[in-house]
């Protein structure tokens, strides 16, 4: 008896491009006929060609995206920054809400081969690199970068580790480096444009109710939507109001489709549990373009007065997605080759988190000063010099501590000539106020800034501080007055 041969599988070492359209969802919901012609013209007159004249072909064509192979990695970038020039030149007079832009990922990889389709970890990687490409970037993996390092004509800025949804091991990452209307340096770098997710950009999502009991419903909806009025109160956040995040209500969900449908840069999802006397509440922070989950939380209480343990969960959520907020931003811009004062502000103040220690406060200092370079009206790196100098004249025993606080006084009094509603800035000019002797200013100041935004936590420390301090120079008048009451009428300053 003759054994049967198992069938040969065709593998070879292959340049992978995965390319998809950047807010695809969002356009065809806006208009279909038209985005689905304008794909079309699209792929045909700068895509396809592109890719045939550097020797590649497309694989499989889905709807809002495509996968092509290529002999060799330099081909497969070139064919890449050709049909990237060509699509900004193709749309560089559409309205930008209308625009159709590509994001573009390589990796070199073995491959499983079969007539109409290619398979393997390689091009798992190549569509995870398109993910984390910017509208009109190009993403490529370490493995591609070594082959094409100084032979196409371009520069790289380097990415670091990434890690991707799904792939074992952290990718080194290079993103292309060019100019043009839609590309960036990199794929959290920020550019203006209704495609791009703006900056501290989220969306609550509904929260789910995982008691099984529908009189809950009420408490886990007012969770959602006091966190979503809460975090609008962050300067600069831009955050999806309740009646859109609530159309998700229910449903089972692709964060990285939210984000890119929604344009924003986060989801923070969470659930509620409530089990006899005590309920249980669990928050996940996820960067909406890689579905990386960047921070989470699980708060457990006695149940107590539904409405105080709401105002207590939101508020703490509410200011620690403050500073889990800055600390993504810094990330992403310390990956920047060419930072805003914007990114430069968002590394300050991530600087401040990390501790208030000598080297901290001059690495902070450093970065306001330079975005204070480029926007000598910045609001945020103002206020981030005066945190600066109130916590080096305050903290740090110096020669000119008094002149670092007067210096934060003057730069915060000018940030509120600017900015009059500036939560943050009036609860530290109440912090001048109460280190230099004028706790009553200080409490009117930090009041007032709680009454911008109840989530200061600072604020209510240093009203109660001055309020010790207010008590305790009553005690010391009371104390000298009795002193004094106490000394004979005729005692001679020249003692007896």
């Known amino acids: ?26 356009l065809m919901h806006h208009d279909e006929e038209a985005t689905h012609a304008k794909l079309t013209s699209l792929l045909a007159g700068g895509v396809e060609p592109a890719i045939a004249e550097h020797g590649g072909r497309i694989v499989k064509n889905a709807g809002d995206g495509f996968l092509a192979e290529f002999p060799s990695a330099v081909e497969a970038v070139g064919a890449a920054m050709q049909f990237q020039t ?32 290619i398979f393997g970890d390689g091009v798992n990687i190549a569509a995870r690199l398109e993910s984390i490409a910017e509208p009109g970037g190009i993403c490529i993996s370490s493995s591609a970068y070594d082959h094409v390092r100084g032979k196409v004509g371009v520069e790289f800025a380097d990415l670091g580790e990434q890690n991707l949804k799904n792939i074992a091991r952290p990718v080194r990452t290079y993103a292309v480096v060019r100019d043009g209307p839609n590309l960036a340096t990199q794929p959290e770098c920020a550019r203006s444009g209704a495609l791009l997710p703006p900056r501290l950009s989220i969306v609550v999502l509904p929260f789910a ?46 964060l990285k489709r939210v984000g890119r449908e929604l344009s924003v840069r986060y989801v923070l999802e969470g659930s509620v549990q409530r089990s006899g006397n005590r309920l249980r509440v669990n928050v996940q922070l996820i960067d909406s373009e890689t579905g990386n989950h960047l921070w989470a939380e699980r708060f457990d209480k006695p149940i107590a007065d539904l409405f105080d343990m709401q105002d207590e ?36 103040i991530a ?27 910045n609001i945020e790196a103002l206020v981030g010099t005066a945190i600066v100098d109130l916590n080096r004249g305050v903290n740090f025993y110096l020669d000119d501590r008094a002149a670092r606080i007067a210096a934060a006084e003057v730069t915060l009094v000018k940030a509120l000539a600017l900015a009059p509603q500036n939560a943050v ?39 109660g501080l001055a309020k010790y301090y207010l008590v305790a120079r ?16 005729t005692s001679s300053t020249t003692g007896g």
């Open 209 to 254: 109710n995982l008691s099984g009991d529908p009189e809950q419903e009420y408490f886990v909806d007012g969770v959602t939507e006091t966190l979503t009025t809460d975090l609008s109160r962050i300067r600069g956040s831009f955050v999806i109001g309740r009646h859109t995040a609530f159309t998700y209500k229910g449903k089972a969900v692709d």
């Open 86 to 117: 060509r699509i900004d030149e193709l749309t560089i007079g559409d309205a930008e809400d209308k625009r159709i832009a590509f994001r573009v990922g390589i990796n070199i990889g073995d491959v499983i081969v079969e007539p109409n389709d």
């Open 474 to 489: 009553r005690r010391l008048r009371r104390m000298s007055t009795k002193r004094c009451a106490s000394l004979p009428a």
């Open 425 to 463: 800035a009036h609860m530290y000019l109440g912090a001048v106020h109460i280190f230099t002797d004028r706790a009553a200013q200080g409490i009117v100041e930090c009041e007032h800034a709680l009454s911008l935004d109840r989530n200061l936590a600072n604020a209510h420390s240093w009203i």
């Open 313 to 348: 969960i939101v508020s703490r959520l509410a200011n620690t997605l403050d500073a889990q907020l800055i600390a993504a931003e810094a990330r992403r811009a310390e990956r920047s080759l060419h930072p805003d004062a914007m990114e430069l502000n968002f590394r300050g």
């Open 1 to 26: 008896m003759v054994q049967e041969r198992p069938v040969r599988v065709e593998r070879r070492l292959s340049a992978i491009l995965a390319a998809d359209v950047a807010g695809y969802s969002r």
């Open 351 to 377: 600087c401040l988190h990390k501790g208030l220690t000598n080297e901290h406060l001059a690495q902070a200092r450093d970065l306001f000063e330079r975005a204070l370079a480029f926007d000598p009206g």
